[in-house]
């Protein structure tokens, strides 16, 4: 443990760079720690990768995906570019916030190189902790806040404004927190603290409900089918063995506890629940106009906008724009989708698109190679997580963007990268 110290530092540092919302949320807009606004952001960012960087540089260095860096690579390459000779017409970008979206993401590159291959797991074991204390800080936070009210998603709004918040940093931190939590716990062999690792889980499920993002749910959804398709049977098989039915009794009567002492939270669940799926339904009612049932029969905004991305890409850009515009696209940050996938093509033109997507499209191929053969455990973490990054690039974010820059960043250097140590099992249903 004492020698491993200094691959829990540089691990803290991985999960500030790469999810560092959830955390900074709760220290600057919850608790007002520090400066306002982006400022605040860039010191976290700046002492995760003090973290992360060696205190000797002049050592092994390890090469990323090399695939996936050449994707990113040229997209960024190609953005700088638009950004200096093909500005929008909408006015020419902040120098320093523009410059730094280029430099954070090539420095955490470059930092987690020194990153060993044969480390990685403590990555995972970092994360079970760093999304417990982000959850947990969430909940503390929304009982301080006299602007948040029962039944709405659970975020920390913004100090700048109160009205506004980001519920997905906290859902996709909650599903990091599931993850991870199953993958270690699959790797322990002290029952208390596998116990532990599977109530944490169980907690994170809990803050998913509450933070209600449709994307994130879908994908535990998807996670879970993909999971029974590679290892159901071996999992049915594991379930009717005397100890692992133990553990689940165990785990059972300490939920079961704690919700008898808080009925607050198994009602709020509930609740949560219920509004999950009505908004689910406004969002197939917007889309296609089915209705799932009465309630349902109402507009989600948040697709009226992707809705109307589309129709302006294939309609106008595509159907009215000349060969010109479709080539080189309108200029650097020139539009706004919230559908990324699509935002290149209209910004950037078709090299832009097919650089951009290419990347997703090698991060799928990876990911499918990696539900039957993982590299490590942080490589299946991340095959899994990979599915709410594919699904936002329909439904979030924009395509040169830091916070994303950031996470590809984490799937450059680690997803699928094998360690020359062999001697790692794969992770299988198990007892307990």
């Known amino acids: 443990m004492l020698n491993d110290f200094k691959y829990y530092r540089q691990a803290l540092g991985v999960n500030m760079l790469w999810n560092s919302y959830p ?11 520090g400066p306002s606004g982006s400022t605040f952001t860039i010191l976290y960012w700046g002492l995760g990768l003090l973290l992360l960087m060696p205190i000797n540089i002049f050592r092994t260095i390890y090469l990323p995906n090399r695939m996936l860096f050449a994707c990113w690579f040229g997209f960024i390459v190609l953005g700088w570019l638009y950004w200096q000779y093909y500005p929008s017409m909408n006015g020419y970008p902040e120098r320093v916030r ?9 420095l955490f590159l470059f930092a987690s190189m020194y990153y060993p291959n044969d480390k990685v797991h403590i990555i995972l074991i970092v994360m079970v902790f760093y999304s417990l204390l982000a959850s947990t800080g969430l909940l503390y936070s929304l009982t301080r806040d006299p602007h948040w009210t029962f039944g709405e998603r659970a975020a920390i709004k913004f100090a700048a404004n109160t009205q506004n918040s980001n ?29 532990f690792y599977y109530l944490v889980a169980i907690f994170s499920v809990g803050v998913l409900i509450l ?52 009925a607050f939270a198994s009602y709020a669940l509930e609740v949560y629940l219920q509004a ?13 106009g089915v209705e799932v049932n009465q309630k349902s029969a109402e507009i989600d905004y948040s697709s009226v906008n992707r809705i109307y991305s589309f129709k302006y890409v294939f309609e106008e850009f595509l159907g009215e724009g000349s060969l010109g515009l479709i080539l080189f696209g309108e200029g650097y940050k020139s539009q706004f989708f919230d559908v990324p996938a699509l935002e290149a093509l209209v910004n950037q033109g078709i090299l832009g698109f097919i650089l951009f997507n290419s990347f997703f499209l090698v991060m799928g191929m990876i990911a499918v190679q990696q539900f039957f053969k993982p590299a490590n455990d942080l490589s299946l973490f991340m095959a899994y997580f990979s599915i709410i990054v594919l699904i936002a690039l329909f439904s979030g974010a924009r395509p040169i963007d830091l916070s994303m820059w950031l996470v ?7 997803f ?5 140590d062999s001697s790692t099992k794969p992770l299988q249903p198990q007892p307990a």
Do not use: W
């Open 23 to 33: 955390i900074v949320f709760i220290l600057r807009d919850g608790f007002g720690v």
């Open 98 to 106: 523009e410059t730094l979206t280029y430099v954070i993401p090539l």
């Open 167 to 195: 519920p997905h940093a906290y859902a996709n931190n909650a599903l990091c927190g599931i993850l991870a939590s199953f993958i270690v716990a699959g790797r322990t062999k002290n029952v208390l603290i596998k116990i």
């Open 211 to 262: 933070a209600r993002t449709n994307t994130s749910l879908i994908a535990l959804v998807v996670m879970a089918l993909i999971y029974m398709t590679f290892h159901g049977k071996r999992l049915v098989k594991s379930v009717f063995q005397i100890r692992t039915l133990a553990l689940m009794g165990v785990v059972y009567g300490i939920v079961a506890f704690l919700l008898s002492q808080f």
């Open 276 to 288: 999950f799926i009505s908004r689910f339904g406004k969002v197939i009612y917007t889309v296609t």
């Open 408 to 414: 590809y960043v984490f799937y450059i250097r680690f």
């Open 416 to 420: 699928g990268i094998y360690s020359t």
